[in-house]
């Protein structure tokens, strides 16, 4: 009897080794035919869902068919929570997944739904809106089926750095530019404040210009020209920054890239090598 048992329960965590497996390979790989079908119809699913966030906005639209949209929310709902359970279920590392990018995305695909049912909609109106904004995230989704969105996510993250350090010298920048405007021009001519000054100089060298606050005086007009000038400058260097990075990171793209293990999800081996260096399984 003992014996059985233990046949049994061997038998049964095969089993869930081995479907655990199966989903795996369907919804995390795109080589097998069962993945691609997944994939299209996941890809097509989002697609619908974003369309109808965006329909139900309209107002006609919403007072006609708000009885459609609901339901169509609740179906895309299910079956994204279905998904983001199945990948939390097959992933060799759910905790990983849960924390990533994409796992955050697709909880934020699924959430705003089930809030809508914790929160009274008469009394929490504003936060009921802004949870069904979120849903728009679901676009995020469509990252993963774009191959030229890896170049561009990995062009941000080497960039970062040098980013930041630019953004550091342009608050610098609006800094001076804003306390210099506001003793020149001082609370008769608009400026209030530093911070207010401070928003002029952002507008200024970015060259966006809305226009409600200006210089009066002569100095203020020549610090101005000064900040307008600049502005065209700083706008080139974070294009150029992020164009070097993803010229680099299409060529690194270009390189014949590893296989992802269908047994164990490991990644991290050559890009010519036959068998996963995690668990012996042959890529």
């Known amino acids: 009897m003992q014996g059985f048992q233990t046949c049994y ?32 119809t996941l ?34 709902t299910i079956v994204f929570t ?17 924390t990533s990018f994409f796992g955050i995305i697709d909880l934020l695909a699924i959430l705003p739904t089930y809030m809508g049912l914790i929160f009274d909609q008469s009394t929490f109106l504003l936060t009921i809106r802004a949870l069904r ?28 750095y040098k980013i930041v350090v630019f ?3 342009v608050l610098t920048l609006v800094l001076i ?22 928003y002029w100089a952002i507008v200024t060298i970015t060259t966006v210009g ?14 101005a020209s000064i900040a307008m000038l600049t502005g065209f400058s700083i706008i080139a260097v974070p294009t150029g920054i992020i164009s070097v ?8 793209g270009n390189k014949p890239s590893a296989k992802a293990c269908a047994n164990c999800g490991n990644n991290d081996h050559d890009s010519d090598a036959a068998y996963c260096k995690i668990c012996g399984k042959k890529l």
């Open 245 to 252: 990075e993803i010229s680099k990171a299409v060529k690194s």
């Open 167 to 169: 953004f550091g010298a």
């Open 82 to 98: 279905l998904e983001y359970l199945l990948r939390i279920y097959s992933a060799p590392n759910p905790k990983k997944y849960i």
């Open 43 to 76: 890809l097509t699913l989002i697609i619908l869902s974003v369309t109808v966030v965006i329909l139900e906005s309209v107002r006609p639209l919403r007072e006609s068919y708000q009885e459609l949209f609901t339901s169509m929310e609740w179906v895309f």
């Open 177 to 198: 530019l804003g306390s210099l405007l506001y003793l020149i021009e001082g609370e008769e001519n608009g400026f209030t404040s530093i911070p207010q000054s401070i």
């Open 210 to 223: 809305y226009g409600d606050l200006a210089p009066a005086t002569v100095p203020g007009k020549i610090l």
């Open 9 to 40: 329960k061997n038998h049964n965590f095969g089993f869930r080794v081995k479907l655990r497996k199966k989903i795996f390979t369907i919804i995390f790989g795109t080589e097998t035919p069962a993945g691609k079908t997944f994939d299209v």
């Open 133 to 160: 904004l979120l849903r728009i995230f679901r676009v995020f989704k469509l990252g993963r089926y774009v191959k030229e969105a890896a170049v561009l996510v990995s062009a941000l993250q080497s960039s970062i």
